[in-house]
C-alpha cells in the first residue's frame, strides 16, 4: 500500500460513497475501486461495507484507520 491508496481509504470513509471520493480525488470510480480492491487484498481484510446507500467502514476499515 502506498500513500495515495492511504488517501484514498480516508477520503471514502469521510464521504461514504466511492463515486464522491473519486470526484474529489480527481480520479475515475473504477480506478479507484481497483485501487481500493488492491488494498484489501493485500492486507487481507474487507475495509468497507458496500450497499446501494452508500459505503461505511468495516471493524478492520476502522481498526485500520486508527
Do not use: C, W
Not at 41 to 66: C, M, N, P, W
Amino acid at each position: 500500500m502506498n500513500l495515495q491508496q492511504y488517501r484514498y481509504v480516508v477520503t471514502i470513509a469521510q464521504v461514504g460513497s466511492f463515486s464522491q471520493a473519486a470526484k474529489e480525488l480527481f480520479v475515475t470510480q473504477p480506478s479507484l475501486s481497483s485501487s481500493i480492491k488492491e488494498v484489501e487484498s493485500e492486507l487481507d481484510v474487507q475495509l468497507f461495507h458496500r450497499s446501494k446507500s452508500g459505503v461505511y467502514l468495516t471493524e478492520a476499515g476502522s481498526d485500520f484507520l486508527i
